[in-house]
């Protein structure tokens, strides 16, 4: 019998669906003017892409690590490729998650 005990992560079905939820949490966090359905999953979220700085990026990790009980630090050395994009953040929190 499967019960919550034996899966404590929530049911994501899909890449696209924890994408989309990540991406409404950037959206929500930063309170930024572009809707979830906008930030293009390989763009950027640096720079010319999303338009993301160091204190958002920052803000983002500290989010997704209380929303799936990750650690993300501000000295880890693969920040920036776990932050490159949309697609990059998800993947990462896809192997990573404990929620």
Avoid: H, W
């Avoid at 390989?42 to 690590?65: H, K």
């Amino acid at each position: 019998m499967n019960t919550m005990q034996d899966n404590p992560k929530p049911n994501i079905s899909s890449t696209a669906d924890l994408q989309r939820e990540v991406a409404e949490l950037m959206v929500e966090c930063l309170n930024l003017e572009v809707t979830a359905d906008q930030i293009i999953p390989d763009a950027p979220l640096y720079g010319e892409g999303l338009g993301l700085d160091s204190i958002d990026v920052l803000e983002v990790a500290l989010v997704v690590s209380k929303r799936y009980g990750l650690q993300l630090r501000s000295d880890g050395a693969d920040n920036r490729q776990v932050f490159n994009s949309l697609r990059s953040l998800s993947d990462y929190i896809a192997a990573q998650r404990t929620r």
